[in-house]
């Protein structure tokens, strides 16, 4: 969440673990919110595609009649219309906690205003895009031949393997509860010499003009009481730890992007005190797996 005003954001801060524990254990206040705070932006998506597509084009990764999974697309199709319209010859997407729920048989869109508006924006912004008349021929080709596959699961609960070219995900890795899990999962799920582009978005999501506020608390108190599992969950990996594990579970990194932001704290607990990698506020990983 941004904080603009300056009173606002004192109080927030200064009050942040009761309202962080209210908002993670109240789940009526966390049903009435995390709609809003979590609808994806659709436009700055849109130009992660742009940065995504670049990174392949250098990286001689091509996208055309690939099988692309997208792990956590929240409530957006952009990246999946985007992996379409360049040629992938399907998408597919998979979210444990599905805000989109795109044809999940337990949800009605009809019912849903909020997302359906969303959709149509969506529609409306890539048709703007790329012409009314490509994106029209998109938009029915997805829907006459299936190209867009929703699965409502985690990465280590589904049955692929050595089955999908590329997997990507945008703001995802950060919330996941079992980040080891997945990651091996993903090496499994992708064929030999398969690709996958991650970009994590490292910062406490409470309040981005505090991006390290949660190194105040101990593991315990953290996973205890002040974040839960669902969409909202948090798991404050460090960049460092997440490259070991990709490491770890046989990928190669063929680039990476961090961003460095100026770690204001003062309050580090010792669960993250020593780290060299505490300034990094983001990092993109493009990784390629060999079998
Ligand atoms: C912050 S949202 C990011 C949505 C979108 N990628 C974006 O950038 O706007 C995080 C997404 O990750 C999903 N997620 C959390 N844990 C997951 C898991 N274990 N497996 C798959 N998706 C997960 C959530 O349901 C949510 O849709």
């Known amino acids: 969440m941004q904080l603009n005003n300056k009173f606002l954001s004192s109080i927030f801060n200064a009050f942040d673990m009761p309202l962080r524990f209210v908002y993670s254990h109240f789940s009526p206040i ?3 919110l995390y709609k809003k705070l979590y609808s994806s932006d659709y436009k700055s998506l ?4 742009n940065y995504f597509d670049t990174l392949f084009k250098q990286h001689n990764v091509n996208i055309n009649d690939k099988i692309v999974m997208e792990v956590g697309p929240g409530n957006s199709l952009i990246l999946a219309y985007n992996f379409l319209f360049k040629g992938a010859k399907k998408v597919i997407l ?3 906690y599905p805000l989109n729920s795109y ?3 337990d949800f009605d869109i009809k019912k849903d205003k909020l997302q359906l508006n969303y959709f149509i924006r969506e529609r409306e912004f890539l048709k703007l895009k790329i012409g009314t008349e490509n994106a029209e021929m998109l938009f029915s080709n997805i829907e006459k031949q299936n190209l867009i596959e929703f699965i409502a699961s985690d990465l280590d609960e589904i049955k692929f393997e050595n089955e999908v070219d590329i997997i990507v995900s945008n703001s995802v890795f950060e919330h996941i509860y079992n980040p080891k899990n997945s990651i091996i999962a993903s090496a499994g799920i992708l064929k030999n010499n398969g690709i996958a582009l991650h970009s994590v978005d490292l910062r406490d999501h409470y309040n981005f003009k505090r991006p390290f506020l949660f190194y105040k608390y101990s593991e315990k108190v953290w996973e ?3 974040t839960k599992l669902g969409v909202s969950y948090t798991n404050r990996l460090r960049a460092n730890h997440l490259k070991d594990i990709f490491l770890d579970a046989g990928f190669q990194i063929l680039y990476k992007n961090e961003i460095n932001l100026p770690l204001n704290e003062k309050k580090i607990n010792s669960h993250f005190k020593g780290r060299s990698d505490l300034d990094i506020s983001q990092i993109d990983l493009l990784l390629k797996i060999q079998k």
């Open 94 to 96: 998979v979210d444990k």
């Open 30 to 32: 966390r049903k009435m």
């Open 224 to 226: 205890k009481y002040l």
């Open 103 to 105: 044809k999940n048989s």
């Open 46 to 49: 849109d130009e992660k595609f």
